[in-house]
């Protein structure tokens, strides 16, 4: 067996990628570790979405490239593979700056990595392998996922499952759109398929992920049709064993009346949604190019709090976009104050090269930018504080999913995605079982476990 050591950065998509790129070696006898210095192969799975998370790359590339040298002097090869966005973006820089970096793959392009690597330079062990850089940036016609093992072999308590994948929207700041390529999702019945098999290989919850997720609109081959989100949750909550479902990242434009409802129809799906604003004020989310303005977010979220009025609402937020001035920035806070958020995200722009906003004449000083920040994540703080805060006393069904960093602990999560620590023993988890929170921090929860007979577990 060889071995192949994967490192994830960024987004959960790129999670479940990973895990797909996995499955697609094991046919080859690769098997995955978790120490790099005994990895016959080595995968960097990167992020573009922000600058900080392309520099990292480059200088775990530095250190990996010193581990090669030093496991080649002890006679094993080393295959050093570049993935993810920051590939599909930097490709030839990565050739440029890391030659050593064997090859370069984007996320459309992972089901030929086996093709890749059954060619001859990269069986051959005495070959110099870090002369054959590989770069495979296309945009190929066929799916990867119709090339991907169909098989799961196994999952997590919770799973991912990517259903869609790229964006049409084109917000200004993105490089989604240029790294992921057009919109696309996957057929009904590969989805379906697929959580099934998560479902028997032990998944209770699945998390539907696209980077605009709720523009699904896959073919049913039943009946030809075009099926947006809703009708695939309707058709995903009837599997047998699947206690949660959850979908992100969504943009506010494509939040339908029918997915709204579902929110209030289908038990299975939990009450939380991310939806990111990005801002609260309208004349930044048109430099933005969001599409949408703050009134249209708030009707979705009022709709959605009519339906489901303890929906918890998480979101991303952008500060030191090009143009943002003192009063656009106490927009966005007002804006906060007045939806009231369970979690959030928030972030400084960072200028991203291809993207319209990185030209914009009117940059915002970085210290401009870490004054914002830090003033909107204490306020998002604050909320989330506030929210956890409003469940301590009640009994809620958790989902544990592994083990706690704290003794004798283990953790998982509430139906409004809160992460949640209580004394139980390992063989709980994979299972969801009532706790009574007692206490509330701003990033996490903690309670005692009750007895079965207490009530709704689901
Ligand atoms: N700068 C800062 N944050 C960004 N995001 C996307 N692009 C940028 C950028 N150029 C944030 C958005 C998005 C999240 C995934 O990352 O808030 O919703
Ligand atoms: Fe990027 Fe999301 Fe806008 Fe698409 S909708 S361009 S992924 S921020």
Not at 44 to 49: D, G, P, R, V
Not at 212 to 235: C, D, M, Q
Request: proline letters at 4%.
């Amino acid at each position: 067996m060889k071995k192949v050591f994967i490192k994830s950065y960024g987004c959960q998509m790129n999670h479940y990628d990973s895990e797909r790129m996995l499955e697609s070696l094991t046919p080859l006898a690769f098997q995955q570790t978790e120490s790099v210095e005994e990895a016959d192969m080595v995968i960097l799975n990167t992020c573009h979405i922000r600058e900080k998370a392309a520099d990292k790359l480059f200088s775990d590339l530095g250190r990996l490239n010193q581990l090669k040298n030093r496991r080649q002097q002890q006679g094993h090869k080393t295959v050093l593979t570049v993935a993810g966005c920051v590939a599909q973006a930097e490709g030839e820089e990565i050739q440029k700056r890391a030659p050593y970096v064997d090859i370069v793959i984007g996320p459309q392009a992972y089901h030929r990595l086996p093709q890749i690597l059954e060619t001859p330079a990269y069986q051959n062990a005495d070959e110099k392998i870090s002369t054959l850089g590989v770069v495979d940036t296309e945009f190929p016609i066929e799916s990867k996922f119709d090339h991907l093992p169909k098989n799961r072999s196994k999952t997590n308590v919770s799973a991912f499952l990517t259903i869609q994948e790229g964006c049409d929207k084109f917000c200004t700041f993105c490089v989604v759109p240029y790294t992921r390529g057009a919109e696309s999702s996957r057929p009904v019945s590969d989805i379906v398929k697929e959580a099934q098999q998560l479902v028997s290989n032990g998944a209770q919850e699945i998390i539907l992920l696209g980077q605009n997720v709720n523009a699904y609109h896959g073919i049913a081959e039943k009946n030809a049709e075009s099926w947006g989100l809703a009708r695939l949750l309707y058709e995903l909550a009837e599997i047998d064993g699947l206690r949660r479902l959850r979908y992100t990242t969504s943009h506010p434009l494509d939040m339908g009346d029918d997915l709204i409802k579902a929110h209030g129809k289908i038990d299975v799906l939990m009450p939380y949604l991310h939806l990111p604003v990005q801002s609260g004020s309208n004349r930044i989310l048109k430099l933005m190019n969001r599409r949408h303005n703050t009134n249209d977010y708030e009707r979705v979220i009022n709709q959605l709090r009519s339906i489901r009025p303890d929906i918890a609402v998480s979101s991303d937020f952008i500060v030191g976009f090009p143009g943002e001035t003192d009063q656009d920035f106490k927009e966005t806070l007002a804006f906060v104050n007045k939806i009231g958020y369970a979690q959030a995200f928030s972030f400084k722009y960072s200028a991203r090269p291809g993207t319209p906003a990185a030209t914009h004449d009117h940059q915002v000083d970085e210290i401009v930018k870490d004054r914002r920040l830090q003033e909107l994540q204490a306020l998002l703080d604050q909320q989330q504080h506030d929210f956890n805060q409003k469940i301590v006393g009640q009994i809620i069904p958790v989902l544990f999913e592994k083990t706690s960093r704290y003794d004798h602990q283990i953790q998982g999560r509430s139906p409004y995605m809160q992460l949640v620590h209580a004394i139980a023993t390992n063989e709980l988890i994979g299972h969801i079982r009532n706790v009574r929170v007692d206490l509330a921090h701003p990033h996490s929860l903690v309670g005692t476990l009750q007895p079965v007979s207490s009530g709704y577990t689901g």
